[in-house]
């Protein structure tokens, strides 16, 4: 898996010729890994990277966050759900949930 993340990171590093990611310095980055149990816990809402440009006192220089999904298929499909949102205040409704499905991977740039 991690091979292929590499893979990745450098196909979308040749590619990104085009703005916002022209000039942008690729490389992979630690994995994260998380698995949470199905009893109604989460990761809380929060911004990956809180820039502009690259740079501001809470940028943490991430361009890119890869989420991919290696779990066996949900009973219900809202259950370990990717719960988008628009900025905006924390009380606002989610945009879209994006089903756990396994060997999805999501891109977000």
């Known amino acids: ?17 085009s703005a916002p990611l022209a000039g942008t ?9 998380a698995c949470y149990p199905p009893n109604g816990t989460r990761y ?19 361009r890119a966050t890869a989420v991919y999904y290696l779990n066996p298929p949900a009973e219900d499909p809202t259950h370990g759900a990717l719960r ?10 989610p945009l879209v949930d994006i089903e ?6 999501l891109l977000f740039l």
Do not use: K, Q, Y
Request: charged share 20%.
């Open 1 to 17: 898996l991690a091979n292929r993340t590499d893979g990745l990171v450098a196909a979308l590093r040749d590619h990104a010729g």
């Open 25 to 33: 310095h690729w490389r992979s980055a630690d994995a994260m890994l």
């Open 44 to 62: 809380v809402r929060h911004l990956d990277n809180v820039c502009s440009g690259g740079a501001g006192a809470r940028c943490n220089g991430r």
């Open 84 to 93: 988008l949102f628009s900025p905006g205040l924390p009380t606002s409704p």
């Open 100 to 105: 756990p499905l396994a060997d999805r991977l």
